[in-house]
């Protein structure tokens, strides 16, 4: 069985709000480990390519979908949030990036107040990601994080702006 963590029932979305940055596949083998207590994912990452094979397809197929709905559209800008852009290593012919940033110890400290995250598992997720420096080398615009969500949210609508007018 395929989940992804935080637990929560896929079809139950009131009152939660879905952080894709929150959530990482895991691999379960039911009929030996019904409590869900052992991933897999990490023993056999050949699975979990076997599984991103199969996601990863359909999300970029939704992505260009939705960008040529929005070109159809006339919309001004289109945003799409792609955690994994830089590690599929996918051209998805987008215009421009945006990449947030913060300090590791900002990123390290906020990960790990996330319910059921532990050291061990954030170092495995970080082990699996382009390295910040190196993600900050190919953005176009860099939104810094370390700060407040109102000084994010002000960021981004600075960044909107000035997307707006070119």
């Known amino acids: ?10 079809w139950v979305t009131f009152g939660a709000k879905a952080d894709p940055d929150d ?11 019904f409590s869900q207590a052992n991933n897999l994912a990490e023993r056999y990452p050949d699975k979990l390519r076997e ?31 792609i955690p994994l852009l830089y590690e599929t290593g996918y051209p998805y012919g987008l215009d421009k990036v945006a990449v947030t940033s913060a300090p590791d110890a900002v990123i390290r ?18 082990a699996r990601q382009v ?21 994010t949210r002000n960021a981004v609508a600075d960044l909107v702006e000035t997307l707006s007018r070119t």
Do not use: C
Request: zero cysteines; glycine letters at 4%.
């Open 1 to 10: 069985m395929a989940s992804t963590t935080p637990v929560r029932l896929p």
């Open 23 to 33: 959530f990482k596949w895991e691999l379960y083998n039911v009929n030996e480990d």
């Open 51 to 81: 599984l991103e094979a199969i996601v990863h397809p359909l999300v970029r197929a939704r992505i260009a979908k939705f960008l040529a709905a929005a070109e159809a559209d006339g919309a001004a800008l289109a945003v799409v949030d």
């Open 109 to 126: 400290e906020r990960a790990l107040q996330r319910e059921g995250m532990t050291v061990e598992k954030l170092e495995a997720i970080l």
């Open 131 to 151: 390295p910040q420096a190196e993600k900050l080398k190919r953005a176009d615009y860099i939104l810094d994080t370390s700060g407040t969500i109102a000084d």
